[in-house]
């Protein structure tokens, strides 16, 4: 019995009950007549509005007048106390139906979001003392050993130590294809193990793992508003209250002045405010940038807040920086040239040396080749230019030519397309190292996807010399290439091109000397997983994975979901403006009224739906 009772006075109960009474009410009013249906009316009203009226006493109490419930309050309470009983239990029927259906969409979008995001495990398996323990993922210290096998979830960021594995990085990246990771790889979490097994040794906490970060971000990103949502907003608080003060002119004036009864003309004020209701506008809207930011976290796309949509769908000019961006930034040493009567191999080891500071792409590549016996006492990294350090009384300096060749004062002449590090000692410079890197396979096409999607300008701007910035553009088609910069060139370069033009501005790079850059574009985006923290923490878009082709994936989704959440705006006001109109002249009835709000509503919900359920790349 208790459950029966439960279920009643729930959502659907509410709403199935009481369309019964209003059923047997109707029947009995069409049938009988007189006080028994009146009574029966009265106590469905009571029954299906006990939810509405309560709301709109606490909204009243809490300042807040104009809110639909007291809009939905004021009508159904003067159509019963006008004698419209059937109508004034009708409107609140309805209005519960498309509250209803407008919380299941909701919640609908809310799950399949926390669906895609449930990427973080809660649990960890560590060894410890040459044992396994099962413990809590927040437990888990930097340097311990985690085991992954077949179907697990990676709990934290780390590095391979043993075993192999093809793992599914989708519920991260986006990317359908398994990712082969084996001893010496790096790993995230929320990657899932396919087959074997992976023991990770952890390199950062369970918290700032990338995973944790990934939802962070999502939830982040659902509770910054759009200038859509901040005008609905804006727009509901004059417009409801107009819409008020006029219903209650139009039920005082025209009696007063003898145009009509009294009973007409309240019965017409009354429809006024339930079309007035902003449902369709406040309810759909946020539902709309919510389920965009829902699809595109799905594919590894994520906006910093629904703020983001419209510049990226604005986007005119797109400037990349080269290197991890363009290029794959996986570079490999291809030659060592010495100068005068070095030694390649010393070379090498001083480059060594100097690059161990640096978590560059390229002080990467050194570091693979050759691995540092003893490390420099000091070292200074000068973003785009290179890295000084003092090793055994001896200053040493690894860059760009023009920045060993000011550090030493000394000058050479050489010449190569590759990119080249420079390596001086002292007032001497010993010679460089070449270094090849790859153009991303996906990076001419998704340039030209951007193309297609409006964008006039490609740009490249980069550190490295003219030589290799050109052949890469050649081979992309980039319109504008900007050679040997530092990152307060590309920063200037890219102030002034957004200070001189109108149309969107769009930066990609993933490195901390980015950061600049990202912060001053109209659109910063970031690549990768592994990208910097302060990279990710300036960008506005941030692609999970690695594929170029994700960018236009982006703004082509950034403009569905605005040209979703703008058609609901213009379909919902133009209804509820005719509708207006029409119920100002007595030739709308108040289902019609009902329909205005509550149909409109759940056809806007609907159509902010299509972004969940739509095919993937549709």
Not at 76 to 83: E, H, P, R, T, V
Not at 405 to 421: F, L, P, Q, R, Y
Not at 504 to 529: C, E, F, H, K, Q
């Amino acid at each position: 019995m208790r459950r029966l009772f439960s279920f009643i006075l729930g959502e659907i109960g509410t709403l199935a009950f009481g369309a019964l009474l209003f059923a047997v009410s109707l029947i009995l009013d069409i049938t009988l007549g007189g006080i028994a249906p009146i009574i029966l009316f009265a106590l469905t009203y009571i029954f299906v509005a006990r939810g509405v009226l309560y709301s709109a006493v606490r909204g009243i109490l809490r300042g807040d007048f104009f809110d639909e419930k007291f809009l939905m309050s004021i009508a159904s309470l003067g159509a019963m106390i006008i004698g419209e009983y059937a109508e004034g239990c009708a409107v609140v029927l309805f209005f519960l139906l498309g509250e209803l259906f407008e919380g299941r969409a909701v919640r609908s979008s809310r799950n399949k979001i926390k669906a895609l995001m449930d990427i973080a495990p809660d649990e960890a398996t560590v060894i410890r003392d040459g044992e396994e323990a099962l413990i809590d993922a927040d437990e888990v210290t930097v340097g311990d050993s985690v085991i992954v096998r077949s179907g697990e979830r990676v709990p934290v960021d780390g590095v391979v130590t043993d075993g192999a594995s093809l793992v599914d990085t989708s519920g991260m990246t986006g990317e359908t294809k398994p990712l082969s990771l084996s001893a010496g790889d790096s790993v995230c979490s929320g990657f899932v193990v396919l087959d074997g097994y992976l023991v990770i040794r952890c390199e950062r906490p369970a918290e700032q793992s990338s995973a944790m970060r990934v939802l962070q971000l999502v939830e982040e990103a659902t509770e910054r508003k759009s200038r859509e949502e901040s005008f609905i907003t804006k727009f509901s608080r004059v417009y409801t209250p107009s819409v008020v003060a006029l219903a209650l002119l139009y039920a005082l004036i025209p009696p007063l002045v003898g145009l009509l009864p009294w009973k007409s003309s309240v019965f017409r004020a009354l429809s006024f405010l339930v079309i007035s209701c902003p449902c369709a506008l406040v309810i759909s809207v946020p539902l709309s940038f919510f389920a965009g930011i829902g699809l595109c976290a799905s594919r590894g796309i994520l906006f910093k807040g629904s703020s983001c949509f419209s510049p990226v769908s604005r986007i005119k000019t797109a400037i990349f920086d080269k290197t991890g961006t363009l290029t794959m930034g996986k570079f490999s040493v291809s030659d060592i040239v010495a100068l005068g009567d070095a030694d390649k191999d010393e070379i090498l080891t001083l480059a060594a040396i100097c690059e161990y500071s640096s978590t560059h792409p390229i002080a990467e590549a050194i570091l693979a080749k050759c691995k540092p016996a003893t490390l420099p006492t000091e070292a200074r990294v000068i973003p785009g230019a290179g890295v000084e350090c003092l090793y055994e009384g001896h200053r040493l300096y690894a860059g760009s030519l023009g920045f060993v060749t000011e550090s030493t004062g000394d000058t050479v002449n050489a010449s190569t397309d590759k990119t080249v590090v420079f390596v001086g000692r002292d007032n001497k410079i010993l010679g460089y190292i070449t270094l090849d890197d790859t153009v991303r396979a996906e990076a001419r096409s998704a340039l030209d996807m951007l193309r297609r999607l409006g964008v006039r300008r490609t740009v490249m701007l980069t550190g490295d010399k003219s030589e290799a910035c050109a052949r890469v553009a050649e081979a992309l088609g980039i319109d504008e290439v900007h050679s040997g910069l530092l990152p307060e060139d590309k920063y200037s370069y890219i102030d002034a091109i957004a200070n001189g033009t109108a149309n969107g501005v769009m930066y990609v790079g993933d490195g901390i000397n980015d950061t600049p850059s990202l912060a001053r574009a109209d659109v910063g985006v970031t690549l990768g997983i592994r990208g910097t923290d302060s990279a990710k923490e300036s960008a506005d878009l941030i692609i999970m994975s690695d594929n170029l082709e994700r960018i236009p994936e982006a703004i082509r989704l950034a403009k569905k979901t605005l040209g979703i959440a703008k058609g609901n705006i213009v379909f919902a006001i133009f209804i509820k403006l005719l509708v207006l109109a029409l119920a100002a002249f007595g030739i709308v009835n108040m289902w019609l009224s009902v329909f205005a709000d509550v149909g409109v509503c759940v056809l806007c919900v609907l159509n902010s739906m299509r972004l969940l359920v739509g095919k993937r790349g549709q």
